[in-house]
Antibody, heavy 120, light 113 residues
Framework: EVQLVESGGGLVQPGGSLRLSCAASGFTFSSYWMHWVRQTPGKGLVWVSRISGDGSDADYADSVKGRFSISRDNAKNTLYVQMNSLRVEDTAVYFC?????????????WGQGTLVTVSS | DIVMTQSPDSLAVSLGERATINCKSSQSVLFRSNNKNYLGWYQQKLGQPPKLLISWASTRESGVPDRFTGSGSGTDFTLTINSLQAEDVAVYYCQQYYGTPYTFGQGTKLELK
């Protein structure tokens, strides 16, 4: 069974940094693209970033480019996102998600999410 | 960026009746080389993460009841829920994965009438 467990969320001041983690189990982690998606409380879903199975390729939404950095440790089956220069508008629940398959990069399996609150 | 627009924003349907949710993309998400539409549908219940229902616009995921049907191609897509059950109350999202940034529709809230 695919399991994804996010951690690292919390309260941070504007301009601060936070690193989120996503522990994966139940599948061969290094074989799949992984994503971060966020959801503002009461609002819709926004894709944030994705990373290839070997970590060599990554993409970002314009709103986080240059501030967020996605990475993975395949030996630890863990996905990360380093979030710097945080803004109030980055406040959201952050989900990690696994791609459906090697040929479909659609986020298919989701964790429960971790809440990031950016506020002074 | 590809803009995804869903309609309606909310929908109230009686138990046993049909619900229809539409999703329109600002440009085609049909990849000509493999004739696949890079469009997915999700269901999100209160307090839970999204659950993938449909990939490739019309492929139902394992374990998803067959009352959920995805259709459409190019820029216009539909999620149909036949014989609505109480457990189908949720917010439904479409998402394109044709290109980054992957973008979601704004969501359609489905309620019981």
């Amino acid at each position: 069974e695919v399991q994804l467990v996010e951690s690292g969320g919390g309260l941070v001041q504007p301009g601060g940094s936070l690193r989120l983690s996503c522990a994966a189990s139940g599948f061969t982690f290094s074989s799949y693209w992984m994503h971060w998606v966020r959801q503002t409380p009461g609002k819709g879903l926004v894709w944030v970033s994705r990373i290839s199975g070997d970590g060599s390729d990554a993409d970002y939404a314009d709103s986080v480019k240059g501030r967020f950095s996605i990475s993975r440790d395949n030996a630890k089956n863990t996905l990360y996102v380093q979030m710097n220069s945080l803004r109030v508008e980055d406040t959201a629940v952050y989900f990690c998600a696994r791609a459906l398959s090697s040929t479909s990069l659609l986020p298919a399996y989701w964790g429960q999410g971790t809440l990031v609150t950016v506020s002074s | 960026d590809i803009v995804m627009t869903q309609s309606p924003d909310s929908l109230a349907v009686s138990l046993g009746e049909r619900a229809t949710i539409n999703c329109k993309s600002s440009q085609s998400v049909l990849f000509r080389s493999n004739n696949k539409n890079y469009l997915g549908w999700y269901q999100q219940k209160l307090g839970q993460p999204p659950k993938l229902l449909i990939s490739w616009a019309s492929t139902r995921e394992s374990g998803v009841p067959d009352r959920f049907t995805g259709s459409g191609s190019g820029t216009d897509f539909t999620l149909t829920i036949n014989s609505l059950q109480a457990e189908d109350v949720a917010v439904y999202y479409c998402q394109q994965y044709y290109g980054t940034p992957y973008t979601f529709g704004q969501g359609t809230k489905l309620e019981l009438k």
